[in-house]
């Protein structure tokens, strides 16, 4: 009997206002919170409401048997409480009905592994912290930002507590293997969930491309593809936009969600489950071997996505530079204002390469060229040194 683990992740960042040359030295507000709130209040009408009470009337009509997992971002969590807290509401009530899963993640879906291992620590304790006290819950499964992954990650998180990590089922790690079982990390032993990058893409980025062969994709042509799916257990993770805003409603997504769990069902052996409920049934059937750092993001699937070009390198080298002197000075909200610009979605506004699901990603873009992206980022990044260097000097 295969199952079907449905992870979603949902994550709007925060984005940086419009900051020019001029404003250095003068100006120290750097996000935009009225652009925040639009990107938000879009959706959250297009897809966050309408799904969640989607999910939640599947949940009821098939008692439970209908099950998913989410990672929501700790700034995308704090969006919700400033602006809609009835849309955070609604994902409480998924929690409650005892059907959907929380994972954990870093706080502000950044690239924090890559500063160094007391900042991944850290953030990624914040969001559990976060997590538990707005859905009552402790994660016991984790997935790095975008699903960045390599064995040091791996044996990371397994030391931090987790019984489960999230990556990408890269098939060059794979080799002949299937990503439709559970496996163990080299070096860790933990558990390793394998995203079905095809079957997962095929709902996210081609369910409403005309000149696929397989459109339309209904429900029951899918549900029969999962049916008859070799291995124990297949991975359907996508970001969570996918429902209404990648793919709008006209595509048809709503209805192919609202009847899959009964064309699913109706096969007799495809099953729903939480991540922690699939680490209860099954065991790990091989090693998953990853050295350098893979990710889900574009056909590359690794983190060429923000730090492939020199701009993009300049930028993170800077920010990471500053950890030293930001963690000193002490002043929460230069901490906090620093973690936001390790966002990964600063960087990936930087990207400079064509990319098969670059027009997704672009999607919640509000710069006009990467270039734009970077001297804006790099003006906040100066009047970061400079608050820095007159508080060395207040001190001296």
Not at 108 to 134: G, P, T
Not at 190 to 205: E, T, W
Request: proline fraction near 3%.
């Amino acid at each position: 009997m295969p199952a079907v683990c449905f992870y979603f992740q949902v994550h709007q960042p925060i984005r940086l206002r419009k900051y020019t040359a001029f404003d250095i030295g003068k100006n120290e507000e750097y996000f935009d919170d009225e652009r925040n709130r639009f990107f938000l209040e879009r959706a959250s009408r297009k897809c966050y409401m309408p799904t969640n009470a989607k999910l939640l009337e599947l949940m009821e009509k098939y008692d439970g048997k209908f099950k998913v997992t989410f990672s929501l971002s700790g700034i995308f969590i704090e969006q919700l409480e400033k602006f809609f807290p009835d849309v955070l509401e609604s994902f409480r009530k998924l929690v409650d009905s005892g059907c959907a899963e929380i994972m954990n993640e870093t706080y502000y879906h950044s690239l924090a592994y890559m500063i160094s291992r007391e900042e991944f620590r850290d953030q990624v304790d914040m969001h559990r912290r976060k997590i538990k006290s707005v859905f009552g819950v402790r994660p016991k499964v984790f997935r790095n930002t975008e699903a960045m992954y390599n064995n040091d990650v791996a044996k990371v998180v397994h030391e931090m507590g987790y019984n489960g990590i999230v990556a990408e089922g890269l098939d060059h790690a794979l080799e002949w293997r299937s990503p439709n079982y559970l496996y163990k990390a080299k070096g860790s032993d933990i558990p390793v969930f394998l995203r079905n990058y095809k079957l997962s893409d095929d709902i996210a980025f081609r369910f409403s491309t005309r000149d696929w062969r397989e459109w339309p994709l209904t429900a029951d042509k899918f549900a029969t593809w999962l049916s008859s799916s070799n291995g124990e257990l297949v991975n359907l993770f996508m970001d969570y936009e996918t429902f209404g805003e990648h793919q709008w409603t006209e595509t048809g997504i709503f209805d192919f969600l609202h009847h899959l769990p009964e064309e699913c069902f109706r096969h007799g052996n495809v099953k729903f489950m939480t991540l922690s409920e699939a680490l209860a049934n099954f065991r790990p059937v091989g090693e998953f071997d990853v050295h350098n750092l893979s990710s889900w993001a574009d056909v590359h699937r690794d983190v060429s996505a923000w730090l492939e070009n020199s701009m993009q390198s300049n930028a993170f080298n800077e920010i990471k530079s500053l950890e030293e002197k930001i963690r000193k000075s002490g002043n929460r909200n230069l901490i906090d204002t620093w973690r936001k610009l390790q966002t990964s979605d600063n960087f990936y506004y930087m990207c400079t390469k064509w990319f098969a699901d670059g027009d997704v990603h672009k999607y919640f873009n509000h710069y006009d060229t990467p270039y734009d992206a970077y001297m804006n980022y790099m003006n906040v990044i100066a009047d970061i040194k400079n608050r820095l260097q007159a508080r060395s000097r207040r001190r001296a």
